[in-house]
């Protein structure tokens, strides 16, 4: 079967922590997107996407789950590592599944087979106060790390649903705290998902690392949204945050580049797709 491999041998040099601190520094937006499989990775780096997220929303928009719970780690390790094949220039993140991380030790174990196996270069975890041991553990093991903020899937059932977090100054202080100490133990970047605009624009503006939200407003220093979201391929009612890039575009790399484009002269996320 024909494939577009060779798409990947660009000579465009690959993106690092370092070209995202740069580019949060000088105020270049980041264009971040999920991938789950080799084709569109391929098709993700020639439109130009900066970091690419093998995320365990596969297991709702690939495996067809309500939740993201059952995806397991031999899953994670099996999509990422089709996505690494795909790649040369987007920097490439996974993320640790349910229960993949209890423990400090249970984490190390698995963020190395995402690494090894998958080919990732940063995993990411849904985090708050009681992860900071764990992303110290991973820090200290020259692991990157990508702390996740706001709404948190893994938990739904324990919080009641894919709700918009933050919203009373309490727990939107809590985040700005936990955004810190997550970032001071060794979090390389900072997601945060479904809040307020004003506190993504607080969260980034006081932040040391790049912070990359969806649906946390037009301040963050990037943006991130699911592939299958913004080619109209997800069935049922879309987040608020979703925009369809197919809309006006002739095809998926198209529609692609115009979410990258968009992200980066700062038309996307407009009002409408804010909380
Ligand atoms: O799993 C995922 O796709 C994610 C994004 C929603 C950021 O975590």
Do not use: W
């Not at 465009?12 to 070209?19: A, I, K, N």
């Not at 980034?204 to 790049?210: I, K, L, Q, R, Y």
Request: with cysteine.
């Amino acid at each position: 079967m024909y494939t577009q491999l060779q798409l990947r041998d660009s000579d465009r040099p690959p993106v690092t922590l370092g070209t995202l601190a740069r580019m949060k520094d000088q105020g270049e937006k980041i264009a971040a997107l999920t991938c789950y499989d080799a084709s569109f990775a391929v098709l993700l780096d020639a439109a130009g996407v900066d970091v690419v997220l093998v995320g365990d929303s596969l297991g709702m928009v690939i495996q067809g789950h309500e939740t993201t719970v059952p995806v397991t780690m031999d899953q994670m390790v099996y999509h990422c590592a089709a996505v690494a094949r795909g790649l040369h220039r987007p920097l490439l993140i996974a993320d640790l599944p349910f229960m993949s991380y209890p423990t400090k030790e249970r984490a190390l174990e698995n963020a190395v087979r995402l690494m090894q196996e998958g080919g990732a270069q940063m995993v990411k975890l849904e985090s708050g106060g009681g992860q900071i041991e764990i992303v110290e553990f991973l820090a200290g093991h020259d692991i990157a790390v990508c702390a996740h903020l706001g709404l948190k899937p893994q938990s739904v059932h324990k919080t009641g649903g894919f709700r918009v977090q933050g919203r009373q100054e309490e727990a939107a202080r809590r985040m700005q705290a936990d955004a810190k100490a997550l970032a001071a133990a060794g979090a390389d970047i900072v997601l945060l998902e479904c809040i307020p605009a004003e506190l993504g624009k607080r969260i980034a503006a006081e932040s040391a690392v790049p912070v990359i939200g969806i649906g946390a407003g037009p301040d963050t220093d990037g943006q991130i949204l699911v592939l299958y979201d913004i080619l109209d391929i997800t069935s049922g009612r879309k987040p608020r945050f979703v925009r369809n890039f197919m809309t006006g575009a002739g095809d998926n790399l198209e529609a692609v580049k115009r979410y990258v484009a968009a992200v980066r002269e700062r038309g996307y996320p407009a009002p409408e797709h804010c909380f």
